[in-house]
């Protein structure tokens, strides 16, 4: 058999490197599917995003054009070639194969080996179905392409294209290809997952009114990394169909993922069709097709709602209720951010080698000044600070640089018996005369701070005052207020109201925890504190102080002037929430998969 080997020249662009080259042959002879991003999706789930896309054996598919981009071990290949198979004889009884299908598929895979089992898996399931060996054999290399679909010129839009994309962090991709890649495709930002230029690709090819329909992890849909590929989806595309997939068994083995399916037209923008975490049998997924891809919703379904305006510019997603959207949009629109009221969000120290830099404060043998009292979740459990005695290496001095090594003998032994651990850091290797360094620059003066503490992942807001004695951990979040008083901004920031805000904006969690990271508590919206009555300070300050989150609520909707039906439907994302969490009673926050 001889299938086509693609060309690695984009149109308008030059040749690659010797350097690409080689990059790209060694992801495609590597066999470990980890490493070039192999997850392979359930039959049933297959099934249902065809559907979705309307790639149906009651429509002439033999008419249009349809692509795979990363076929794998051909999980969604093989069931198009079945659907097409079937359509075709429906629609041409008497055609002629060559003729009608030779157009009908692209598929292109990188890896060597998937690329051989699949193509004679192809070739094996065209014969079962009546065809010759010549022309299954001449089809399947009409068909099939070898080459990295990034760098692959392709010179005809499709209807229809889908897949699930391979799944490989850029730190893991050969420097040179990552190269490659970002220099073609602008989506490519930040930490992005190679999964998003591939989407960027594949939107690049579809026909007007083609769907593309895709299934890979839901980060890049309110992360900082997805914001030119949303970008990019308002501006040309119609996000038509959004399902969340989280903790279902959508692929055929457990990844550490947070999936989701898109369809994604190339049409006029409308309104969003949602759907969340369908049981994943034949049954129950080909009738939420049907709702989904139905001309009108003709009532309210338990299963699909919709949504209008999901997409805006490089904005994160809101693809929670019409009616928590219009809270969250009106409070954005009635205060400022918290960070423009006095307030401000940081996160503790990463040092790298938390074996050598923190021990038992006591314990550690540097001079006074270079040792600072440390604070980690483990000693915010009760809610109340516990602290139980672990200290971290400060290698800074007053002026932001490196203390002189020489001028501190304790410290020099203490780092010199600890070089191997500290030493093989990526930003010792860096800068080797800075070897010694945390990862974060170490400010004392966050120490003396009074501060609210933050673990990154729970499942209800967790809240602590810390007076200013501790410095925090790199696992936790602070915010401190040159205006706000801190024991009313921890009611604030216990209230469902900032829940919400984080849940809104944040990527979903297992057991429905939520990540109360930086980028998502910046988003909370808070009056001005010289705007606040002094009797609003008092509850506010009293029901932090009690711990009494009822009361905080009641304070805070005050605060807001939130309506009966906002605070409706606050209570109704409450409860939501909540039994998102008790479905899985076994889950902690520290035992989680993203927890540090």
Same mark, same amino acid.
């Given at each position: 058999?001889?299938?086509?080997?693609?060309?690695?020249?984009?149109?308008? %662009?030059?040749?690659? %490197?010797?350097?690409?080259?080689?990059?790209?042959?060694?992801?495609?002879?590597?066999?470990?599917?980890?490493?070039?991003?192999?997850?392979? /999706?359930?039959?049933?789930?297959?099934?249902?995003?065809?559907?979705? &896309?309307?790639?149906?054996?009651?429509?002439?598919?033999?008419?249009?054009?349809?692509?795979?981009?990363?076929?794998?071990?051909?999980?969604?290949?093989?069931?198009?070639?079945?659907?097409?198979?079937?359509?075709?004889?429906?629609?041409?009884?008497?055609?002629? =194969?060559?003729?009608?299908?030779?157009?009908?598929?692209?598929? &292109?895979?990188?890896?060597?080996?998937?690329?051989?089992?699949?193509?004679?898996? @192809?070739?094996?399931?065209?014969?079962?179905?009546?065809?010759?060996?010549?022309?299954?054999? /001449?089809?399947?290399?009409?068909?099939?392409?070898?080459?990295?679909?990034?760098?692959?010129?392709?010179?005809?839009?499709?209807?229809?294209?889908?897949?699930?994309?391979?799944?490989?962090?850029?730190?893991?991709?050969?420097?040179?290809?990552?190269?490659?890649?970002?220099?073609?495709?602008?989506?490519?930002?930040?930490?992005?997952?190679?999964?998003?230029?591939?989407?960027?690709?594949? !939107?690049?090819?579809? +026909? /007007?009114?083609?769907?593309?329909?895709?299934? $890979?992890?839901?980060?890049?849909?309110?992360?900082?990394?997805?914001?030119?590929?949303?970008?990019?989806?308002?501006?040309?595309?119609?996000?038509?169909?959004?399902?969340?997939? &989280?903790?279902?068994?959508?692929?055929?083995?457990? &990844?550490? +993922?947070?999936?989701?399916?898109?369809?994604?037209?190339?049409?006029?923008?409308?309104?969003?069709?949602?759907?969340?975490?369908?049981?994943?049998?034949?049954?129950?997924?080909?009738?939420?097709?049907?709702?989904?891809?139905?001309?009108?919703?003709?009532? *309210?379904?338990?299963?699909?709602?919709?949504?209008?305006? @999901?997409?805006?510019? =490089?904005?994160?997603?809101?693809?929670?209720?019409?009616?928590?959207?219009?809270?969250?949009?009106?409070?954005?629109? $009635?205060?400022?951010?918290?960070?423009?009221?006095? $307030?401000?969000?940081?996160?503790?120290?990463?040092?790298?080698?938390?074996?050598?830099?923190?021990?038992?404060?006591?314990?550690?043998?540097?001079?006074?000044?270079?040792?600072?009292?440390?604070?980690?979740?483990?000693?915010?459990?009760?809610?109340?600070?516990?602290?139980?005695?672990?200290?971290?290496?400060?290698?800074?001095?007053?002026?932001?640089?490196?203390?002189?090594?020489?001028?501190?003998?304790?410290?020099?032994?203490? !780092?010199? +018996?600890?070089?191997?651990?500290?030493?093989?850091?990526?930003?010792?290797?860096?800068?080797?005369?800075?070897?010694?360094?945390?990862?974060?620059?170490?400010?004392? %003066?966050?120490?003396?701070?009074?501060?609210? !503490?933050?673990?990154?992942?729970?499942?209800?807001?967790?809240?602590?005052?810390?007076?200013?004695?501790?410095?925090?951990?790199?696992?936790?979040?602070?915010?401190?207020?040159?205006?706000?008083?801190?024991?009313?901004?921890?009611?604030?920031?216990?209230?469902?109201?900032?829940? !919400?805000?984080?849940?809104?904006?944040?990527?979903?969690?297992?057991?429905?925890?939520?990540?109360?990271?930086?980028?998502?508590?910046?988003?909370?919206?808070? *009056?001005?504190?010289?705007?606040?009555?002094?009797?609003?300070?008092?509850?506010? +300050?009293?029901?932090?102080?009690?711990?009494?989150?009822?009361? $905080?609520?009641?304070?805070?909707?005050?605060?807001?002037?939130?309506?009966?039906?906002?605070?409706?439907?606050?209570?109704?994302?409450?409860?939501?929430?909540?039994?998102?969490?008790?479905?899985?009673?076994?889950?902690?926050?520290?035992?989680?998969?993203?927890?540090?």
């Amino acid at each position: 058999m001889s299938f086509r080997q693609l060309s690695l020249d984009l149109p308008h %662009s030059n040749p690659v %490197s010797p350097q690409v080259q080689e990059a790209i042959e060694q992801l495609a002879s590597n066999p470990e599917a980890d490493a070039r991003g192999a997850i392979f /999706t359930r039959q049933e789930v297959v099934e249902f995003i065809l559907d979705l &896309v309307g790639y149906k054996d009651n429509q002439p598919l033999h008419t249009m054009g349809l692509l795979e981009p990363s076929f794998g071990r051909g999980d969604f290949l093989l069931a198009i070639i079945k659907r097409l198979l079937k359509a075709w004889r429906a629609f041409k009884p008497n055609g002629a =194969a060559l003729e009608d299908l030779h157009d009908a598929i692209r598929a &292109v895979e990188l890896h060597h080996i998937s690329f051989k089992h699949t193509a004679v898996a @192809v070739i094996h399931l065209l014969k079962s179905e009546g065809l010759d060996s010549k022309t299954a054999t /001449t089809l399947a290399n009409s068909w099939l392409s070898q080459g990295d679909f990034l760098l692959t010129p392709l010179d005809r839009e499709f209807e229809v294209v889908v897949g699930n994309p391979p799944y490989i962090r850029p730190e893991l991709i050969p420097t040179p290809l990552l190269a490659a890649y970002r220099s073609r495709y602008p989506t490519m930002y930040d930490r992005a997952d190679i999964y998003i230029p591939f989407i960027e690709r594949m !939107l690049s090819l579809l +026909a /007007t009114q083609g769907h593309l329909g895709v299934i $890979c992890p839901d980060r890049w849909m309110k992360n900082r990394y997805g914001g030119p590929l949303r970008r990019l989806i308002a501006e040309q595309f119609h996000l038509k169909i959004y399902v969340d997939m &989280v903790d279902t068994p959508a692929f055929h083995s457990h &990844v550490v +993922a947070y999936p989701a399916i898109t369809v994604i037209s190339r049409e006029r923008a409308g309104a969003t069709r949602l759907a969340h975490r369908p049981k994943i049998e034949t049954a129950t997924l080909t009738q939420l097709a049907d709702v989904l891809c139905a001309p009108v919703l003709s009532q *309210p379904s338990q299963m699909v709602r919709e949504l209008a305006r @999901v997409t805006d510019a =490089a904005q994160p997603w809101l693809l929670e209720s019409s009616e928590q959207v219009a809270l969250i949009r009106r409070l954005e629109q $009635c205060f400022p951010v918290l960070e423009a009221v006095g $307030c401000h969000v940081g996160i503790g120290v990463a040092t790298g080698a938390d074996q050598a830099f923190i021990g038992d404060f006591e314990a550690l043998d540097v001079e006074g000044d270079r040792k600072l009292p440390l604070v980690t979740t483990k000693d915010i459990r009760s809610g109340e600070v516990q602290w139980r005695g672990q200290g971290v290496i400060n290698p800074f001095a007053e002026s932001g640089g490196l203390v002189r090594l020489e001028d501190y003998p304790r410290l020099r032994c203490y !780092l010199e +018996a600890r070089r191997g651990a500290i030493a093989k850091r990526h930003c010792a290797r860096k800068t080797p005369s800075q070897w010694y360094r945390t990862i974060d620059r170490i400010t004392p %003066s966050l120490a003396s701070t009074p501060k609210l !503490l933050i673990p990154d992942i729970k499942g209800e807001a967790h809240i602590v005052l810390e007076g200013g004695r501790l410095y925090p951990h790199h696992n936790l979040y602070y915010v401190t207020s040159e205006k706000w008083e801190l024991r009313a901004l921890q009611a604030v920031l216990l209230s469902a109201v900032s829940r !919400l805000f984080v849940a809104t904006y944040s990527t979903k969690m297992r057991g429905g925890f939520l990540r109360f990271q930086a980028q998502y508590l910046r988003r909370i919206r808070l *009056p001005n504190w010289a705007d606040v009555p002094e009797q609003l300070r008092r509850e506010l +300050a009293e029901a932090a102080l009690r711990r009494d989150l009822p009361a $905080c609520n009641e304070a805070v909707f005050k605060l807001y002037h939130l309506s009966l039906q906002e605070r409706d439907a606050l209570q109704r994302f409450q409860i939501t929430q909540t039994a998102n969490i008790l479905k899985q009673p076994g889950l902690s926050a520290s035992s989680h998969p993203d927890s540090r």
